[in-house]
């Protein structure tokens, strides 16, 4: 977001003047499509096919030019490396979840490091996502589920979700307390804080009908960082479960409402985040077994 937000400042466009190229990597990115369509933006007609090849045209693409590229989700250096390409004139920004990955490519100085929301702002959070506009009327409850949740912003918005849904307050804060999921962030070593996430994804799970579970674990069959259309999520619910397009949809609705989906209107697609994409994996048996 804050990324998104930089990009977005006019003194940031007019500073580059050449361009602001959005890139999301992830943890399969194809690199060379990705190097042939900034180059593409900067008017050239690309003919390498190696990332060594796509590397040395936007070196030389860049050389005298002002442009800022945006390496969104960036898991692994070399990845980064394949757009350490800039002139003087431009810059590289990353988001990465791996501090040492940002000091490997440069100073320690140049790393800035996301804290979470204060206390306020998480109030705020859990707020809006319960629907509520009154911030003075979240109960005590409300704020023990906050200290459940460590204030991180995905568990607030799931557990809000829930509130939405019709769950209450004591309910809610009974299952984050029961469901110690301690066997799921063991599978998680290096990142201990994502323990109360995982509560959170599977106390808002638990609270779908059966039926709803078998249909959100589904999901985990579509690509991490594309989603899915709506045509595709209802094809592939007609085929498990015989529902209809009006039924698939609706249902899509109840996930977003829950926080458990990221509905892109514009786009007409459903994407996950990144942990309750790997929540919904661990729920299927095997990847070939969920994709046949």
Same mark, same amino acid.
């Given at each position: 977001?804050?990324?998104?937000?930089?990009?977005?400042?006019?003194?940031?466009?007019?500073?580059?003047?050449?361009? *602001?190229?959005?890139?999301?990597?992830?943890q399969?990115?194809?690199? *060379?499509?990705? +190097?042939?369509?900034?180059?593409?933006?900067?008017?050239?007609?690309?003919?390498?096919?190696?990332?060594?090849?796509?590397?040395?045209?936007?070196?030389?693409?860049?050389?005298?030019?002002?442009?800022?590229?945006?390496l969104? =989700?960036?898991?692994?250096r070399?990845?980064?490396?394949?757009? #350490?390409?800039i002139?003087?004139?431009?810059?590289?920004?990353?988001?990465? &979840?791996?501090?040492?990955?940002?000091s490997?490519?440069?100073?320690?100085?140049?790393?800035?490091?996301?804290?979470?929301?204060?206390?306020a %702002?998480?109030?705020?959070?859990?707020?809006?996502?319960?629907?509520?506009?009154?911030?003075?009327?979240?109960?005590? =409850?409300?704020?023990?589920?906050?200290?459940?949740? %460590?204030?991180?912003?995905?568990?607030?918005?799931l557990?809000? @979700?829930?509130?939405?849904? @019709?769950t209450?307050?004591? =309910?809610?804060?009974?299952?984050?307390?029961?469901?110690?999921?301690?066997?799921?962030?063991?599978?998680?070593p290096?990142?201990?804080?994502?323990? #109360?996430?995982?509560?959170?994804?599977n *106390?808002?799970?638990?609270?779908?009908?059966?039926?709803?579970?078998?249909?959100?674990?589904?999901?985990? *069959?579509?690509?991490?960082?594309?989603?899915?259309?709506?045509?595709?999520? %209802?094809?592939l619910?007609?085929?498990?479960? @015989?529902?209809?397009?009006?039924?698939a949809? %609706?249902?899509?609705? &109840?996930?977003?409402? &829950?926080?458990?989906? +990221?509905?892109?209107?514009?786009?007409?697609?459903?994407?996950?985040?990144?942990?309750?994409?790997g929540?919904?994996? @661990?729920?299927?048996?095997?990847?070939? +077994?969920a994709?046949?």
């Open positions: 977001l804050l990324a998104n937000a930089l990009a977005r400042r006019p003194e940031i466009r007019r500073e580059f003047a050449d361009g *602001v190229f959005w890139l999301t990597l992830g399969k990115p194809l690199i *060379v499509e990705l +190097q042939r369509n900034v180059a593409k933006e900067l008017g050239d007609t690309p003919l390498f096919t190696t990332p060594e090849g796509g590397c040395e045209r936007l070196r030389e693409l860049l050389k005298d030019r002002a442009a800022l590229l945006i969104d =989700d960036t898991w692994h070399e990845h980064a490396e394949a757009f #350490n390409v002139g003087p004139r431009c810059r590289l920004l990353l988001t990465t &979840r791996d501090a040492g990955l940002v490997a490519l440069s100073a320690k100085e140049n790393l800035y490091e996301v804290q979470l929301p204060t206390t %702002e998480a109030r705020a959070i859990l707020a809006k996502a319960a629907g509520m506009e009154n911030l003075c009327a979240l109960s005590s =409850d409300a704020t023990s589920v906050i200290e459940e949740c %460590e204030r991180l912003p995905l568990a607030l918005a557990c809000g @979700g829930m509130i939405h849904a @019709g209450s307050w004591s =309910d809610l804060l009974e299952a984050l307390r029961d469901h110690d999921l301690k066997f799921l962030s063991e599978a998680h290096a990142e201990e804080q994502h323990a #109360n996430v995982w509560k959170a994804i *106390v808002s799970v638990r609270a779908l009908k059966k039926w709803e579970r078998k249909r959100f674990a589904e999901l985990a *069959v579509f690509a991490l960082d594309t989603g899915a259309p709506e045509a595709a999520i %209802e094809t619910w007609e085929h498990t479960a @015989g529902l209809t397009s009006r039924y949809r %609706e249902l899509l609705r &109840r996930f977003t409402a &829950r926080s458990l989906v +990221q509905w892109d209107e514009v786009a007409g697609r459903m994407t996950l985040h990144d942990l309750v994409h929540f919904a994996i @661990g729920m299927t048996p095997t990847a070939s +077994q994709h046949q």
